[in-house]
């Protein structure tokens, strides 16, 4: 069974750069997408990004100036990275494997089917 | 704002059916499969329905989901006390290029 470990720095100052990682136990590495969501306090879910094995990349525009995502295929893991961070980046975040691909029908299907247990980062000065 | 739109709350009585709508656009949920994840208070979101209708191993046939047009909806039959969650639906965007979400439906079992 597939499991997800993260961890990374919880109270960053503004203007620091935020740091996590996510391993993956129990299953193959290739074959999926490595996605990151943040839900910040008492509000939605917001997807930041995605890494493949062999190192494509997808990000969320709104994000993308700031935010790299880096894959270690070696350990199974793969790690996010946000520059410049201030309060609005106060949330849980999350890591998750994807599955996709295009139906005959030329509909895309993409789901998030095993997640970590998400890690409360904190930015206050 | 999120991409999808979701109604923030919605509500019933055990046993009854309740339905979650999800609306979108041409270049997320017309054109691609719909998901939806359930999330109980304090913990991370599950993967409730993926493709539009597929139930993973596991989640009872209670669950079911619909999509039509540039809408999608999720129904729960047979309400029960531990439903009481939110409810994401979720499609990958062809204009983004990314995966997006509705803002999320509180599900309150009366």
């Known amino acids: 069974q597939v499991q997800l470990q993260q961890w990374g720095a919880g109270l960053l100052k503004p203007s620091e750069t935020l740091s996590l990682t996510c391993a993956v136990y129990?299953?193959?590495?290739?074959?999926?997408?490595w996605s990151w969501i943040r839900q910040p306090p008492g509000k939605g879910l917001e997807w930041i990004g995605e890494i493949t094995h062999s190192g494509s990349t997808n990000y969320n525009p709104s994000l993308r100036s700031r935010v790299t995502i880096s894959v270690d295929t070696s350990k199974s893991q793969f790690s996010l990275k946000l520059t410049s961070v201030t309060a609005a980046d106060t949330a849980v975040y999350y890591c998750a494997r994807g599955e996709g691909g295009y139906y005959g029908s030329g509909s895309y299907y993409y789901y998030m089917d095993v997640w970590g247990k998400g890690t409360t980062v904190t930015v206050s000065s | 704002q999120s991409v999808l739109t979701q109604p923030p709350s919605a509500s019933g009585t055990p046993g009854q059916r309740v339905t979650i709508s999800c609306s979108g656009s041409s270049s997320n949920i017309r054109s691609n499969t719909v998901n939806w994840y359930q999330q109980l208070p304090g913990t991370a979101p599950k993967l409730l329905i993926y493709?539009?209708?597929q139930r993973p191993s596991g989640v009872p046939d209670r669950f079911s989901g619909s999509k039509s047009g540039t809408s999608a909806s999720l129904a729960i039959r047979g309400l029960q006390s531990e439903d009481e969650a939110d409810y994401y639906c979720?499609?990958?965007?062809?204009?983004?290029?990314?995966?997006?979400f509705g803002g999320g439906t509180k599900l309150t079992v009366l």
């Open positions: 129990g299953g193959s590495f290739s074959g999926y997408y």
């Open positions: 979720a499609a990958w965007d062809d204009s983004q290029n990314g995966v997006v």
């Open positions: 493709s539009n209708n």
